[in-house]
T-cell receptor, first 116, second 115 residues
Framework: AAGVIQSPRHLIKEKRETATLKCYPI?????VYWYQQGPGQDPQFLIS???????DKGSIPDRFSAQQFSDYHSELNMSSLELGDSALYFC???????????????FGDGTRLSIL | AQKITQTQPGMFVQEKEAVTLDCTYD???????LFWYKQPSSGEMIFLIY??????QNATEGRYSLNFQKARKSANLVISASQLGDSAMYFC????????????FGAGTRLFVKA
């Protein structure tokens, strides 16, 4: 079965540079989530999109922005990168239903971002 | 505010034995979903099992079962017949219903399966 695809798998940037992470959800999934997982930390919710509209916002820095496109893929844009942005960035997708809380999020393999 | 607590930073279990990973949660929303994910050392996040707040029966998926005690606000994961490949970090997570999307995770429990 098709899974969530994230690209790139690894990314190395320097401070103050910009980065764009891409996420392709499971076909027919209409909701995309972004998470940041620092070393030894649990995943922190950043932002989510439902039907191409931002649906919820977590601890996403103002330097980051994201959007979901007409084909449901999503991009996380990160600017003025800092050393502390080094982390594993996960994208997840789900299919929203009337009882939304019961739909599991399926995660991609993540993008490992390293800031030098 | 919603909160997930996993009090066991690390657990050891002998191969072929059962193990219980603890998870307690706090929410004021009557509708919520509870999830367990496995994260091997390779980093990917693997969905294991789900329990809805209105579900009458405990969820089971193969060797995984969820011991859901709503009054105690606990959702412990039970892994039966542990295998060496079960060694990984395990996260408990919760998403509130009512249209919310935000999911919060516990700090995780690292499980070590001994041969």
């Amino acid at each position: 079965a098709a899974g969530v695809i994230q690209s790139p798998r690894h990314l190395i940037k320097e401070k103050r540079e910009t980065a764009t992470l891409k996420c392709y959800p499971i076909p027919r999934h209409d909701t995309v989530y972004w998470y940041q997982q620092g070393p030894g930390q649990d995943p922190q919710f950043l932002i989510s999109f439902y039907e191409k509209m931002q649906s919820d916002k977590g601890s996403i820095p103002d330097r980051f922005s994201a959007q979901q496109f007409s084909d449901y893929h999503s991009e996380l844009n990160m600017s003025s990168l800092e050393l502390g942005d080094s982390a594993l960035y996960f994208c997840a997708s789900s299919l929203r239903t009337a009882k939304d809380s019961n739909q599991p999020q399926h995660f991609g393999d993540g993008t490992r971002l390293s800031i030098l | 505010a919603q909160k997930i607590t996993q009090t066991q930073p690390g657990m050891f279990v002998q191969e072929k034995e059962a193990v219980t990973l603890d998870c307690t949660y706090d929410t004021s929303d009557p509708s919520y979903g509870l999830f367990w994910y496995k994260q091997p050392s390779s980093g990917e996040m693997i969905f294991l099992i789900y329990q809805g707040s209105y579900d009458q029966q405990n969820a089971t998926e193969g060797r995984y079962s969820l011991n859901f005690q709503k009054a105690r606000k606990s959702a412990n994961l039970v892994i039966s017949a542990s295998q060496l490949g079960d060694s990984a970090m395990y996260f408990c997570a919760m998403r509130e219903g009512g249209g919310g999307f935000k999911t919060i995770f516990g700090a995780g429990t690292r499980l070590f399966v001994k041969a």
